[in-house]
Structure formats: C-alpha cells, structure tokens
C-alpha cells in the first residue's frame, strides 16, 4: 500500500523559515509529479508548489519565497519555506500524482493526512 506522511509543520512567526518533508512509501513503479497544497479556513485547497523529473511550478503568492525540492533515493520531497507571512498559515498537504504499482496499472493519487502550519507573532 502506497503511504503519504508529511511533517515538519509548527508555529513560526512572521519573516521565519519552515520545511517540510513528505514521504512517500510502498513500491512505485512509476509517478507523474509530487505537489504541495494548502487549505486555509474557510478556503479552497490550492496547489502551492509542485515538482516533476522536468520543472517545478509555483503559486504566484509564494514565488522567491518557498522551494520545492526532491529525492529521489528517499522517495522524499521538501518545501523550503522562508520569509513566511500569517497569510500562509494553512494545513498543507502533499498529494502524489499518478502513482502506477507496475507497468500495466492505472495511475492513481494519493494524498497525505495533512500538517499544521500557523504564521502568528
């Protein structure tokens, strides 16, 4: 059974530094592409970053600010989030796109349980 876990959400204040991690479990054949959402209160979740073996795309809110990154030897994924503003704060998520358990499946995504990340003073 293919497993999201993310962490490293918390309490920071204005202009600080989060990463978070996602990790990803059980054997995959292949994947399209790993993204980081977020869900505000009240919101709709949105698509924050997202990464594949080609490019990395970003929400315009937080371009020059967060970056995401991969690796590959530890099915891992970060979001570096530095000069973080209380509009960040959300529950974010990582979803992994397309998952295939072998050459003939389907793709299929998968979604983690989500980690808190609260921007106050």
């Known amino acids: 059974q293919v497993q999201v876990v993310e962490s490293g959400g918390g309490l920071v204040q204005p202009g600080g530094s989060l990463r978070l991690s996602c990790a990803l479990s059980?054997?995959?054949?292949?994947?399209?592409?790993m993204g980081w959402y977020r869900q505000a209160p009240g919101k709709q979740r949105e698509l924050v970053a997202s990464?594949?073996?080609?490019?990395?795309t970003y929400t315009d809110s937080v371009k020059g600010r967060f970056a995401i990154s991969g690796d590959n030897a530890k099915n891992t994924v970060y979001l570096q989030m530095n000069r973080l503003k209380p509009e960040d704060t959300a529950v974010y998520y990582c979803?992994?796109?397309?998952?295939?358990?072998?050459?003939?499946?389907?793709?299929?995504?998968?979604w983690g349980q989500g980690t808190q990340v609260t921007v106050s003073s």
């Open positions: 979803m992994a796109a397309g998952v295939r358990r072998d050459r003939s499946s389907l793709g299929s995504d998968y």
């Open positions: 059980g054997y995959i054949f292949s994947l399209n592409s």
């Open positions: 990464i594949t073996t080609m490019r990395t």
